[in-house]
């Protein structure tokens, strides 16, 4: 009569709080099978709580500790009864009489057993059963039992004794793992194993009894074996499971990831890392996106092998340069607001912007070459020029709205380098930037990728879908690397838009492209930063990227079945900006806003001598022998490189012998530029550097004249460089060509010693 009244004094007095505990964090893939998890805080693997737990575990947990389970209130009064009896005739305690809920209880307390204690216990049981269905006082007391050593619970227990999950085991595992928690000190796998067994077969003696198993299915649960060793939990996704401990700690997330896709790529990407180990290139990174879903497929976000140093380093989630992964998306914001025209020609010469002077990677000039090939070919003075003309401090606003997370410093910071990799990008950041290209083309509601169901709306990035059309059709056209060359001969070859990336001092290399199903991102480098010679993205990153997208279902036709409607205008087909009448053009299809790039600038028209050789003027010729010739002409510095390139542009018609020139001047000083600072340093073997002037000629039969200061300095014929020794201080260059054209500027020299 004491113990009940004192039951229902602790029923009132004590609430229902459970100790607190650390818990594992715990990532699933898209089908609710464990990808990883990390310890708890406190040394133990224990998983928070499941929402259930399958029937098997539940019925031997249930026949094992607490056979009326279903029909008591929390307490057992005659279960109470019994071990007082037996405890008296024993005299020691040797039953405890403790349902499961009291065990929950004991276990929500962690207080040390007394009489008091167990009092307690019977109270919070009877409050706990009225609060929870027995489905969840089941549940619950399963998440927190101990299996021995550091295991805590039945998820972590069925992955650490048997590598696999609850739902999956027989039963001669879940009895093997319901006799734990009575005594896991004692009684622990791969130690103890007699009475181990003896208890286990026990149990399943008493499912068979009570007709829970059937004769064969007792008589095979008996001979299984009892586990041996803990298995390691899996870790198929260490990379992302630490990013999310760090946005979701203590959960169990249930991720997008595709076990085929992740488990592929990871299998790859460590291949490519064997091969990459041998340059000094410790680190590598994949991810792979469903395009029409937003959602994560694969994440990769370093190599496993713990011999790499930096090996733990999220590398998808790390800022990087991204040297001209950028470019695609410069050039679809260009087309959309009409400042180009897919072939426009762009500048392709020695550039200098202030102190900032843009190099090609291959070291050479074209002169002039259309957006969509300077695209193809990643040439660096082509699309810093067309940054300017589109404006970095827009570029920056294009980059912030398609949801690059980085810049946190201001557009000058970066300035006309950005667009050569000046700007830190996250892997995860510059696939999200694409991935919503790709929704603006199809026309769908704009989301941010996601490694979980849970997608995010995004902000419209507002490019027209001809514009990304055009894009996504100019990188189909990127060379691939060696052994790729003529992938389009295969049927079996993809169609895919893509681009690599290289940055300053070969740190990183990388390979972005999608093929109407997937979009895959790699990047291979040093986490540390340090480069390596050759490490460059068409040859490094790109054949890792085309052997993660083979494992794709393709369709090659997908970029033409997505080709916007778009008007229709007439291109000059030299210049590729809109067509004057004397241009030589075609119809062709354009972004919406190509009204807004302006015509032709390069076709001017030259009234020439009756054998069309020469041109003329009413100052020398007859006008009415003369007739009218339509001539593409650069600028003197872009004629001059393009020239080299193409043999047949032939620029401004020269002057009939006994005309007077027009008032254009066909010089052009490519370097240096007017005003400019030159720094001549001290080569390594002491000797003191000299400096190489250039400058072009529309007509490259002219020989130019170079003085500087007082001294004449000499004469250049077709390539117009002069290299020369000049002391410190101001000089004053002037070019002649003998016919009385002439340039001029002043320059510094600021060191020479």
Not at 380 to 385: E, G, K, L, M, R
Not at 426 to 451: G, H, R
Request: hydrophobic letters at 35%.
């Amino acid at each position: 009569m004491l113990s009940i009244s004192i039951a229902i004094i602790t029923f009132f007095l004590y609430p229902l709080s459970e100790q607190t505990y650390s818990y594992s964090t715990v990532l699933n893939d898209r089908n609710g099978d464990l990808l990883g998890a990390s310890i708890a805080a406190d040394g133990q693997w224990r998983f928070p709580e499941p929402d259930s737990v399958p029937n098997k575990i539940s019925t031997c947990i249930r026949y094992f500790e607490d056979r009326h389970f279903y029909k008591h209130p929390g307490v057992n009064p005659l279960a109470i009864g019994r071990a007082t009896i037996q405890n008296i005739k024993a005299g020691k305690v040797v039953s405890g009489a403790s349902t499961l809920t009291m065990q929950i209880a004991r276990m929500m307390r962690g207080e040390n057993r007394t009489v008091w204690q167990k009092l307690i216990e019977i109270g919070i049981a009877i409050k706990l059963e009225l609060k929870y269905s027995k489905k969840e006082l089941v549940t619950k007391y399963l998440s927190m039992a101990p299996f021995g050593g550091n295991v805590v619970g039945i998820e972590a227990a069925s992955w650490r004794y048997f590598n696999r999950p609850p739902h999956l085991l027989s039963w001669g595992e879940a009895a093997s793992l319901a006799v734990l928690p009575n005594n896991p000190g004692a009684i622990f796998p791969g130690r103890s194993n007699l009475q181990y067994l003896n208890k286990r077969n026990r149990l399943l003696k008493i499912l068979f009894d009570h007709e829970v198993l059937d004769q064969t299915t007792y008589e095979l649960s008996v001979l299984e074996e009892l586990p041996d060793k803990p298995y390691p939990i899996p870790q198929k996704a260490p990379h992302l499971l630490t990013t999310i401990q760090e946005t979701n700690p203590e959960s169990i997330v249930q991720s997008t990831l595709d076990p085929f896709w992740q488990s592929r790529t990871t299998q790859i990407l460590e291949r490519h890392h064997v091969q990459q180990m041998g340059n000094g290139v410790e680190n590598l990174s994949a991810m792979v996106i469903d395009l029409h879903t937003a959602k994560s497929l694969a994440y990769v976000g370093n190599t496993s092998d713990q011999k790499a140093e930096g090996y733990q380093v999220d590398i998808i989630q790390k800022p990087r340069s991204p040297g001209s992964s950028l470019k695609p998306i410069l050039y679809a914001q260009a087309l959309s607001k009409g400042e180009i025209l897919p072939e426009t020609l762009l500048p392709d010469v020695p550039t200098f912007f202030g102190g900032f002077s843009p190099k090609n990677f291959s070291g050479g000039y074209e002169g002039a070459i259309p957006a969509s090939q300077a695209l193809v070919k990643s040439l660096n003075i082509p699309f810093t020029y067309l940054l300017r003309d589109h404006s970095y401090e827009q570029f920056h606003l294009d980059l912030r709205r398609m949801g690059i997370s980085t810049l946190d410093q201001a557009p000058g910071h970066y300035g006309l380098s950005m667009i050569l990799g000046g700007a830190d990008v996250k892997m995860w950041d510059l696939a999200n930037a694409y991935v919503k290209m790709y929704q603006s083309l199809i026309d769908t509601e704009i989301k941010n990728i996601s490694y979980t169901n849970s997608l995010t709306s995004a902000q419209n990035i507002d490019i027209d879908p001809g514009a990304i059309w055009h894009t996504f059709d100019a990188m189909t056209e990127l060379s691939r690397p060696n052994g790729e060359e003529e992938w389009q001969s295969f049927s079996s070859s993809q169609l895919i838009s893509w681009k690599t990336g290289t940055s300053y001092g070969f740190r990183d290399a990388w390979a972005i492209g999608l093929n109407g199903t997937v979009l895959v991102a790699v990047w291979i480098g040093n986490a540390d930063g340090e480069g390596r010679a050759g490490l460059t993205g068409i040859n490094a990153a790109a054949p890792l990227l085309l052997e993660i997208m083979r494992l794709s279902d393709d369709d090659r036709n997908w970029l033409e079945k997505l080709k916007p409607n778009m008007p229709q205008m007439k291109v000059c087909s030299t210049s590729g900006m809109l067509a004057k009448q004397i241009c030589p053009s075609e119809q062709k299809a354009v972004p919406s806003n190509a009204e807004n790039s302006g015509l032709c600038t390069y076709h001017q028209e030259f009234q020439m001598d009756k054998s069309l050789e020469y041109q003329i003027n009413s100052s020398c010729y007859s006008l009415a022998e003369s007739s009218s010739q339509t001539h593409f002409v650069l600028p003197p510095s872009m004629g001059y490189y393009y020239s080299k390139i193409h043999p047949d542009y032939s620029g401004v018609p020269q002057f009939f012998p006994s005309c007077k020139a027009g008032s254009s001047n066909p010089i052009e000083i490519i370097y240096p530029n007017a005003n400019s600072k030159v720094f001549i340093p001290i080569t390594l073997d002491g000797e003191k550097s000299r400096i190489v002037l250039e400058a072009s000629h529309q007509n490259k039969e002219s020989t130019l004249f170079w003085s500087i200061g007082d001294d004449f300095y000499g004469k250049t014929n077709e390539d117009h460089q002069l290299e020369v020794f000049l002391p410190k201080g101001t000089h004053f260059l002037r070019l002649t060509d003998g016919k009385g054209n002439e340039r001029r500027l002043t320059f510094e020299v600021i060191s020479s010693s």
